[in-house]
């Protein structure tokens, strides 16, 4: 079935360093690859996202490339800022079949917790 | 403004009670969902719905239940069948074409004791 991983967290970094999270899945067919953000105590919020091979994902100063031939869609931002700080989740979402008709599940990561140091 | 709305935000309850969390999205969403996280791990899907009227059991259903009567609902009861109810309960709601993308209300964090 589809799976999705993320690197171990959590990931500590100071003000205007570079981040990246990597993000590698196994999926059936073309799915799309999205990246949800968490604060605390507060649900999930669509980061960006990429339906297709070759797509770049931007946002926020976040960015994320599908590559189709390495199965990832790494997360990256230039320089991260203290209000970065939050759990991110990479997620899949393959199209399944269930009595004749279609739906979107999505397939999570364990999410990375960012932490960002003044 | 279009969003999803999970009431209420904090609830307690005693062992054996069952207990209803509300669900309500205002974006014409066709499927509405319900995750349960626990502390340091991802999302987990209890259940689904495609459409009103009807709904599939996700990876975790067992000690919950569900209804759709409406569009614009999907309540989630957690009956005193679950072993271990006190959790964060997230739910969401998508169109049923395009890419799929959901969209999360602010949760629900249930504790029993």
């Known amino acids: 079935g589809d799976s999705v991983t993320q690197m171990e967290g959590p990931v500590t970094l100071s003000e205007e360093a570079f981040l990246t999270i990597n993000c590698t899945y196994t999926a059936t067919g073309y799915p799309s690859l999205f990246w949800y953000v968490q604060y605390p105590g507060e649900g999930l919020q669509l980061l960006l996202k990429a339906t297709k091979a070759d797509d770049k994902g931007s946002n926020k100063g976040f960015e994320a490339t599908y590559r189709k031939e390495t199965t990832s869609f790494h997360l990256e931002k230039g320089s991260v800022q203290v209000s970065d700080s939050a759990v991110y989740f990479c997620a899949l979402s393959g199209a399944d079949l269930a009595g004749g008709t279609s739906y979107g599940k999505l397939t999570f990561g364990q999410g990375t917790i960012l932490t960002v140091h003044p | 403004d279009g969003g999803i709305t999970q009431s209420p935000k904090y609830l307690f309850r005693k062992e054996g009670q069952n207990v209803t969390l509300s669900c309500e999205q205002n974006l014409n969403h066709d499927a509405m969902y319900w995750y349960r996280q626990d502390p340091g791990q991802g999302l987990r899907l209890i259940y689904y719905?495609?459409?009103?009227?009807?709904?599939q059991k996700g990876d975790i259903a067992e000690g919950y239940s569900v209804s759709r009567e409406k569009k614009e609902s999907f309540p989630l009861t957690v009956t005193s069948a679950q072993k271990n109810p006190t959790a964060f309960y997230l739910c969401?709601?998508?169109?049923?074409?395009?890419?799929?993308?959901?969209?999360f209300g602010p949760g629900t964090r249930l504790t029993v004791t």
């Open positions: 969401a709601s998508s169109f049923r074409t395009g890419t799929y993308e959901q969209y």
């Open positions: 719905s495609q459409i009103v009227n009807d709904f």
